[in-house]
């Protein structure tokens, strides 16, 4: 969280905050566009917006398009919707393991709905 607020103050100019899974309310990410650092297993925020964004996450493995991506070495860029205002958004930045969110990041945000980074 803290690498992806450093790159954005330095593409962006603009500090983002960075909130813990357990700190953040509905209400707080109710108007704003959201970034979701780590799977749903290890992030409580993400797993209680999962549903609500389309994400199939449980444990380690994703499923998008019908396929299942339970690999290791596989991680998850996924854009949607924020489900409590249309004119936001949220980034969930997630692999099947901590290197691989830390390298999903640094691979760089292709202009897609979802990205499978192997």
């Known amino acids: ?13 603009s500090a983002v905050p ?12 109710r108007h704003r566009d959201v970034i979701f650092v780590g799977r749903p297993e ?8 999962a549903a609500r964004i389309g994400l199939d996450y449980p444990d380690a ?17 996924l854009a ?3 489900p409590f205002d249309p004119a936001h958004m949220v980034l969930v930045v997630a692999g099947n393991s901590a290197l691989r969110t830390v390298k999903a990041w640094n691979a760089g945000l292709p202009d897609a709905e979802h990205v499978i980074l192997k």
């Open 42 to 49: 290890a992030n409580s925020a993400l797993a209680a917006w």
């Open 18 to 29: 960075i909130y813990k899974d357990f700190e953040v309310s509905d209400d707080l990410l």
């Open 61 to 77: 493995a994703f499923h998008i398009d019908g396929a299942v991506h339970a690999s290791g070495r596989e991680a998850l860029l």
């Open 1 to 13: 969280a803290e690498q992806i607020q450093s790159d954005l103050l330095d593409s962006y100019e």
């Open 80 to 82: 949607a919707t924020n």
